[in-house]
């Protein structure tokens, strides 16, 4: 008998209800005008300091200093913000105002080589300066965006400390923070979780990497905000600022590749006139196959990206409210690894004339094609429109976030059928954040909140993996913050319960789905239900020992509900030859995470280590099943037609507990600016407690990582050259010998070395910026290597080399030009 839905949403009345909601508050509130001003001025000299930017990242306002070096900020919403005041060759300042009405501050900034971005947005109640969190944040920056070369946006946080990639080619990238991934990190844009799928390997992130403008990474259990899935931390994309009042600005980005043929461009006008802000981008992407000097061009791993994002929003004193939608359009080729037996070439599979599925040799032309149609290829598109809004209320803030997502992914993998998606995955998710943060008071901030989301996933094609579902969460929190001179403590508490449904799935003999039970009708999935709850939160504490010197202490509690593979799969998961089975009664995972850190941060060095311990209860894995007759156990997908038997893997549950750290120093002398050495290192050990050496390790560990560097840089050259700079970068990453044995699923992976070269500089005329140029070369010396993270490395061997999988990007030179437009100033 089918199973009555958990969740019934009725989106219209919710929408109603929010909306009646709103305008009553709104009309409710009793708002004071704020506003800010000031002068920004050289410290050394007094010099005014004109273009200097000051930011108030939690109501999303700003100025840019005058040539007298004066600004204003108008419509502040009542309340305690922290301000950022930042100028290029300076080290940024960061200063804490009470608005009840107009307020007047002056900065001082001092000279410095480096900017060192210290103001943390994610997973604190309102923004706070980095060395006063005790959680562990890494930031990537605009500029670090823009200099080096990827094909993704999660292949751009690879220089990050302790962020690692799981890929199956250019165009799929899943992050992994300290050893975990998939649904135990968050990925967050636009202020709202990114959902889709997440629970696949060949599932990538589906953000358009343009239209980030800073990431920053929280590395540890983040549930306290952002409730389950959040156990091994969080990346926050992180648009651009909103511009200041009376500015209108737009950009044209090319970008190309040697290796893959990489072209494209994104190009974007943003604007604010009399506190009305609009920002629009749209971005194309087109590549063929990558090649390396083992494989050549390896077929299939082309793709092509349509997105488009636009925005629109309102600044007043009452605070702001902002609407932004978007549009990604991936379609991307899956790289099988099929070789010909004789040749040892790429093969690719056809329909043959009696209908049957064939393979033939790809053609040299084939190899550089843009055309990603062919079998097996994907189409993914997401579609997101956010409502974020801000209102003063009271002596306090209300923010309300409302997101809804929709998640198409298609995969065509049946050459028997031609061009039709057998694979449709439809997602559906609703998003929802509301929170109260109440006014500071003898230096303590607090807040409480609430958030989760709804989901309805369907499967409109003709092969099934799992099952359609309904699930719906909601978690309550609270958060403080309270500072004592040079001491800082924060922490909070949350509850999260989480119901999800798999639904009843009734098919044919030849696999089509039948509408319910009848005579003949195949049980495909039985439905059932399951509801999580969990406790989670954190209390940690961060002490200046000096103005340079810092200590940090966090423990927190994770939690994380099984995701709907692991509770519900029943069949093969393609891109692999695995028949997955999960299972309903798993329990949530829990951990307790212990992070300590230990910093510098002066004029010449900049220095921090992180050491962390992760225990986690009912740590959630597959194992293969065995035969009661010896062997391994196959068994076959009905919907999938001619499949063979395939090996039967069924999730499980244990204990884990992984440790490890990540240290980064970086050397920047002042008395030699021209000069930055910069240095990080990054560990995990992650096993499994009560097992021998064949299943001690968790599969698919991160390798050690070492990463250093040298950057040159230059204010500027004559008149036509401005921030030149030449870097070159050495990535090594140790041998991985700490696998998951037993089955052969995972080999020792090699030590490997890479060089990778970086020049650009900004064309000036007229003391104006015509462009920038960024030029970048990854792998220079053309090492041919695979990743132990790489699903690539476990494809068909080649027999006439003895190769096994498929190897990494061989050398690649990336050439990117931005051209500035300044609309009004």
């Not at 080649?798 to 690649?812: A, W």
Request: glycine residues 10%.
């Amino acid at each position: 008998m089918p199973v009555k839905k958990v969740c019934a949403i009725n989106k219209k009345d919710l929408f109603r209800l929010i909306t009646i909601f709103l305008f009553i508050l709104i009309q409710a509130a009793l708002f004071a005008q704020g506003s800010l001003t000031g002068k920004i001025t050289d410290s050394k000299n007094q010099a005014v300091l004109a273009g200097a930017s000051i930011y108030i990242p939690d109501i999303k306002i700003g100025a840019i200093s005058k040539s007298d070096g004066s600004y204003e900020i108008k419509n502040i919403e009542r309340g305690t913000y922290l301000i950022e005041v930042s100028y290029v060759g300076y080290a940024p300042q960061y200063k804490e105002i009470n608005f009840k009405g107009s307020e007047t501050a002056d900065f001082n900034l001092e000279q410095s080589s480096v900017e060192w971005p210290e103001v943390v947005v994610t997973g604190v109640a309102s923004a706070t300066e980095q060395r006063t969190n005790p959680i562990p944040v890494s930031f990537v920056t605009r500029k670090a965006l823009l200099e080096q070369s990827y094909n993704n946006i999660i292949d751009a946080l690879y220089y990050a400390p302790g962020v690692s990639e799981i890929t199956m080619g250019p165009a799929i990238s899943k992050p992994v923070i300290r050893g975990l991934g998939y649904n135990r990190v968050v990925t967050v844009n636009d202020g709202i979780r990114q959902e889709g799928q997440q629970f696949g390997d060949e599932f990538g992130i589906e953000i358009d990497a343009y239209t980030v403008d800073k990431v920053e990474i929280l590395r540890g259990p983040a549930s306290l905000s952002y409730g389950s899935d959040a156990m091994a931390g969080v990346i926050n994309m992180l648009p651009g600022p909103t511009l200041p009042e009376g500015q209108i600005k737009g950009s044209i980005l090319g970008a190309y590749q040697t290796n893959n043929g990489l072209y494209g461009g994104s190009a974007n006008i943003a604007g604010n006139l009399n506190g009305i802000t609009w920002d629009v981008r749209y971005t194309y992407t087109d590549a063929h196959a990558y090649k390396n000097k083992y494989d050549g061009y390896v077929f299939n791993s082309g793709y092509g990206q349509n997105d488009f994002k636009g925005s629109v929003g309102i600044n007043r004193n009452w605070g702001y409210s902002r609407i932004t939608l978007s549009s990604f359009d991936l379609k991307l080729g899956i790289v099988e690894g099929g070789r010909d037996e004789v040749t040892g070439e790429f093969n690719r599979h056809v329909m043959a004339s009696d209908g049957s599925d064939s393979v033939v040799i790809v053609t040299p032309d084939e190899l550089k094609s843009y055309d990603h149609n062919l079998i097996i290829h994907q189409h993914v598109r997401h579609y997101k429109a956010v409502w974020d809004n801000s209102f003063a209320l009271g002596n306090g803030r209300l923010g309300v976030r409302l997101g809804f997502q929709q998640n198409l992914r298609e995969e065509a993998n049946d050459a028997t059928l031609g061009n039709v998606y057998n694979i449709y995955f439809h997602l559906n998710t609703f998003n929802y954040d509301l929170r109260y943060i109440l006014a500071e008071k003898n230096h303590l901030e607090f807040s409480v909140g609430a958030n989760g989301m709804a989901q309805q996933s369907k499967n409109l094609g003709s092969v099934f993996l799992v099952p359609e579902y309904n699930l719906f969460d909601v978690g309550v929190f609270a958060i403080a913050k309270k500072t004592f001179d040079k001491l800082t403590l924060s922490g909070g508490l949350r509850f999260d319960n989480r119901s999800l449904q798999g639904n009843d799935l009734y098919i044919d003999s030849s696999g089509g789905k039948l509408p319910g039970s009848s005579a003949g009708a195949i049980h495909r999935f039985t439905g059932y239900k399951t509801s999580f709850s969990g406790v989670s939160g954190s209390i940690g504490l961060a002490y200046d020992f000096s103005n340079s010197f810092y200590g940090k202490l966090n423990v927190s509690r994770g939690f994380r509900a099984p995701n709907i593979a692991e509770s519900g799969s029943d069949g093969i998961h393609d891109g692999t030859p695995f028949y997955e089975i999960g299972d309903p009664n798993l329990k949530p995972e829990t951990s307790i995470e212990v992070d300590a850190t230990i910093g510098i941060n002066n004029k010449d060095i900049t220095a921090e280590a992180n050491l962390f311990v992760n225990n986690i209860n009912n740590y959630i894995f597959p194992v293969k099943l065995a035969s009661v007759s010896g062997g391994d156990s196959l068994r076959t997908d009905i919907t999938v037609p001619d499949a063979p038997d395939a090996v039967t893997f069924k999730y499980i549950s244990g204990d884990a507990v992984l440790s490890g750290g990540e240290l980064v120093f970086n050397v920047h002398p002042q008395t030699v600016a021209w000069f930055h050495f910069n240095n990080t290192f990054s560990t995990v050990t992650a096993i499994q407690k009560h097992q021998d050496d064949s299943t001690k390790y968790l599969p698919y560990t991160p390798p050690n990582k070492l990463i250093s560097g040298i950057e040159l840089t230059a204010k500027k050259a004559g008149n036509i050259f401005k921030n030149l700079y030449l870097r070159t970068d050495v990535v090594n990453c140790f041998k991985q010998n700490k696998i998951y044995y037993k089955f052969g699923d995972e080999t020792i992976t090699p030590a490997y070395t890479l060089l990778n070269i970086g020049a650009g500089a900004d064309v000036c005329s007229k003391k104006k910026t015509l462009f920038s140029l960024y030029i970048y070369a990854n792998n220079i010396t053309d090492v041919a290597y695979q990743s132990n993270m790489s699903r690539l490395k476990y494809g068909d061997p080649n027999n006439v080399t003895d190769r096994i999988g498929v190897y990494e990007m061989g050398r690649n030179i990336s050439f990117k030009i931005l051209v500035p437009i300044d609309f009004k100033n």
